[in-house]
Each structure stands twice: as C-alpha cells, then as structure tokens.
C-alpha cells in the first residue's frame, strides 16, 4: 500500500461517492425509524459519528494485535463500548432526546455502516486516516438523516428545528420556524412510509446528479484532434 | 404481399386497452347517477378534477420518461384511475385531497414502479389510503343522503358546492356518519335500536339511506361490464360470496356486537365499487382463474374482518392492497395446468 494517504479521496467518499445510507444503503434501520424530525435526526446522526469515530480509532490501534480469527467479535466489543459511552454520555446531558430515541441508541450496535467501516477501512490502515474516514462517513450519514429529517419534518409539520432545546439547551427553543401559517400535516410523511418515500426520491436524486455529473465530464474531456496519431506506449506504465 | 389480419374466433372482448376502459367508465354511470342524487353533485365534481388532474399528471411524467404523451392518454388508464378515485374520495372534500391523492396514485404508485402494467398496487386505492391515513377528519365526513336531511335543510347545490370545495367554507351540518361508521362507533346499542334511531338507517331500507342505491348502481354497473366479458366472473362473486358468509357466520340476530347483517355488508360502503371495479383490475389481481378465486375470497374476508375488528369502519381500499402483496404469491402456486400435460408446472421447475 503507498504511504502517500489521500485525504480529499476519502472525504468524498464518505460524503458522496460510497455515501452509508445512499450508495451503501447501510444503517437503514434508525435511518428510517428516527428521522420525523430535524433534532431527532442530529441527535442520532451526532451519536453514530461519535461511535464511528471511536471505534474507527481503536479498531485501527488494535490492527496489529488481533488476529484474523476474531477479529469480528472484537470489533464487535469495541463499538458496543463506544455505543454504551455515548448512551450515558445522552443520558447525562440530553435525557428528554434521549428518551425519545429510545431503543435506537444502543441499536448503533448493530448499524453495519460502523462494522462495515471497522472491516474494511480501519483494520487496514493507519490510525489518522481511520480517523478521517470514521469523521466523514459519519457525517456523510448524518447529512443524509438531517435532509431526511427536514424533509419529514417539513412535509408532516410544517416546521424546521422544532424541539431544539432538546439537544442544545434552552436557548434552542426559539429556533422553530413555522414555514405555512395554517398547516393540518402530511400525516404519511410523519409515518414509516414517509420515511422509505424520502430516502427512496433522495437515492433518486443523487442518481440524476451523478448522471449529469458524469455527462459533464465526458462533455469537457478533450476530444483528440482530427487526424493526430496515437501515441504508442509499450512496457510498464509507472 | 400483406398478411390478412386473423383474430381467434373465440375472442370476445374488445382489441385494446383503451376499449376496455372506455367501457369501465361507461359502468360507472349508474352508481354515479346514484350517488349524485343521493349526495348531491359533490362526487360528480370530485370525479372531474381527479379525471383533468390524473390526465395531467401522466402527461407530465410520460414527458419527463420521454415515452410519447399522446399514446399513453390514449389508452384512458389515467382517466379510470381519476375516475374510480372521484367516486370513492368523500363529496365536497377540499380541491388538495383530491389533487394529491390522484398525484400520488398516477406519480408514485404508478409510473415509480414503472407504469402501466407494472403497478404492483391498484393506483386508485394507494392514492385513497394515502389521504385517508393523512387526513383523517376530513376524510371521515361524508355528505347526509338527501332522504335523511336534519329538518329544513336541503343539498348543497352546485354554487355552494364549489364554495366548499375550493374556499374550504365550512358549511355546518350537511355531513353526516355513513352506515358503516354509525356501527363502528355504536358498540353498545342493539342493532335494531340502531335501525330504529339513526336518521341514515330511519330513512333507508336495508343498508342505509342512499348507500344501498348507491351500490345496486355499481351493481348493474359489474353485471353489464360481466356481460361485455371485460373480466370473468372469479373475483367479483368470490368476494361478494366470501363477504356474505363471513358476516352471516359472525351476525348474531342483532346484539350490541353484531358487525350487522349480510345486506347491510354487501350494500354499504365500497363492497360494490370494490367487487367490480377495483379488484378486477388484470395488473394488480391474481391472474389464474382459481387464482382470481382466492383473490377476492381473501379480499372478502379480509374486508369484513376489518370493518368489524379494525379502526377504520370501511376497510375495501385496506384489504385490496393487503391482497395486492399477495397476488404474485397466489400466481405462483395456481399455475393452470397446460393443454397435454398430466400436472400444472411452475416457472421454476427445472425437470424435463
């Protein structure tokens, strides 16, 4: 493996390119439960990051000392404890969030997004590089929850960061917008399936945007010229 | 040199598509005319906007897939699905339910999954669930019958009507529980005290007030689509059949929990709408004829364990897509036996 460790690569693929909940479609389960509204969907999306970072660090430590053989189980052990500290940690200072998340807390346990990046990113690399990934993939994911949350939130509400105070305090509790003035809610969109519509029309969304990504860069790339003569290129190419 | 065009002698049924739709929305006209003289000209209204609103929204998405816009009109798909929606969704009913649930039935349940003919689920019915289970007050008032108005009101006409609809006035008193819901929410009183009180079922003979002409009229409708060979027979009387003994074996003569006699089943609520035009849509239904058999026998049952054990009091949309899960899993286990083979083989036998 070269030494030379590609930051800006693994930032865009936690953030686009490999996104856990819309490339991946790992972590489904608290994607989908979770995310009626915008602080529900930070407070979940702030504690896997938290979880991912940790144990991407200590998987990444560990590397070495654990043989192939379990290697499961005790990434199994670090992520439960990791999950447990920020259980507590929700417990201590956002006990009303916490409350309402519920049984999805310590469920991180099982997100395969943090198993996934534990097998195959920290395990085989360095410990800041692991960092790095763990930060991004969880933000990737956390972004995904956010919109998903708005979304829902906006559509079966009809307000943006209500019951903030939740998470950052009684300053917080302002914060709500009511974008109609007189609005009933799009029960659905509170319900399950709002949640499986979001997600599916963002995977959508991201799809056309890759397409018209790549349409772009086909479109700028240098046609050669009429007539030029290919170069030939014989033997190994460094 | 051109080939002479040669159809079975045994086909019956019209050519295409858009025939067999065109007589559809013909079938609907007496249960409409029905529903109209009974509920005034709410449903008929609510039956043009979904129409104009289903017809747009598929020209809309087939230009996005660019397929040709013209050709999928054609085939009036769109146009039953507004309509079948108009008849079901409540008279009078704000212009934005009707708007979103015929946007959600053409948009997502039906070109998301990839069309027409492609539709796991009858489009009428998930655009019907969609508002229903959004908006339940709204969605659970439906206009007096015309026969068991309180004293000195009358319908609405065709000025206050359109009021109601589109400015959301309010109009005091002229909704009233359907027969179903008066069941629903009456647990405790004998059924023939409920016949004797109720001014819906006062004013009516067997099923409630408007809603037993309502239903003969998708009635007559079902039995001139049978005539025409549009669908067969299977669904439609397993359905009907399954419903009525179900609510023969579980009516107990009238007590306070009796889910109410077998007409009072069959003519209330969507049974008839259900039974001839939702359930025999080809895409969505099972598609052997001992298949169609299951189908609507399951959807029967279905639909009376609902009404009488469920939250919401009529339950046809309910058990229509519950079935819809199940129509592939039915297919698979009734494939007809093929002409010169001893037994039926499934598309997954690999035997010679």
Known sequence: MSNAVNYGEISKNGLWNNNPALVQLL???????????????????????????????????????????????????????????????????????????????????????????????????????????????????????????????????????????????????????????????????????????????????????????????????????????????????? | MPLLRITSPHTHSPGNTGDVMQQVMLATIPGLIALSYFFGPGSLMNVVMASFTAVACEAAVMKLRRRPVMFYINDYSAVVTGVLLGL?????????????????????????????????????????????????????????????????????????????????????????????????????????????????FAAGRWAGAGWEWVNLGFLIGGAYLLYRRIFTWHAPVAMLVALTLMATIFYDGGSSTSGGSPLLHLLSGGTMLGAFFIITDPVTSATSNRGKLIFGASIGVLIYIIRSWGNYPDAVAFAVLLMNFAAPFIDYYTVPRTYGHDKPRRATDNRP
Not at chain 1, 51 to 60: W, Y
Not at chain 1, 71 to 100: D, G, H, K, N, S
Not at chain 1, 151 to 179: K, Q, V
Not at chain 2, 164 to 180: C, E, N, R, V
């Open chain 1, 27 to 238: 972590g489904l389960c608290p994607l989908l439960a979770v995310t009626g509204s915008v602080a529900n969907a930070l407070g979940l999306g702030l504690a896997t990051l938290l979880v991912l970072l940790g144990s991407n660090i200590a998987v990444s430590l560990i590397r070495k000392a654990v043989s192939d053989a379990v290697r499961l189980p005790a990434f199994v052990m670090i992520i439960a404890t990791f999950t447990t500290c920020t259980e507590l940690l929700m417990r201590a200072f956002t006990f009303e969030l916490y409350q309402i998340l519920g049984i999805f807390i310590p469920l991180i346990v099982t997100n395969c997004s943090i198993l996934g990046r534990a097998d195959a990113f920290a395990s085989k690399n360095p410990v800041l590089p692991s960092a790095w990934d763990g930060l991004m993939m969880g933000l990737g994911f956390g972004l995904v929850l956010l919109a998903v949350g708005a979304i829902r939130e906006i559509l079966g509400a009809g307000t943006l960061f209500a019951d903030m105070h939740l998470l950052f305090g009684e300053a917080a509790r302002g914060w709500t917008i009511h974008l109609f003035g007189d609005y009933s809610g799009f029960l659905i969109a509170v319900l399950p399936p709002g949640a499986f519509l979001a997600t599916g029309f963002l995977i959508a969304l991201k799809n056309i945007a890759d397409a018209q990504i790549k349409k772009r860069e086909e479109a700028r790339r240098e046609k050669p010229l009429k007539g030029s003569k290919r170069v030939r290129t014989t033997g190994a190419i460094s």
């Open chain 2, 88 to 200: 079901s969704l409540p008279p009078y009913c704000p212009w934005w339910i009707v708007a979103v649930s015929t946007g959600f039935a053409i948009v997502v349940a039906k070109h998301l999954y990839g069309g027409m003919g492609f539709n796991p689920f009858n489009p009428a019915m998930v655009g019907y669930v969609v508002v229903l289970i959004s908006f339940p007050v709204e969605m659970t008032q439906w206009a007096a019958p015309r026969t068991a108005l309180p004293d000195g009101q009358s319908l609405l006409g065709p000025l206050s009507a359109l009021q109601q609809i589109w400015l959301d006035t309010g109009i005091d008193g002229h909704t009233a529980a359907t027969p179903l819901d008066v069941f629903k929410q009456n647990d405790s009183q004998l059924v023939q005290h409920l016949y004797a009180t109720e001014p819906v």
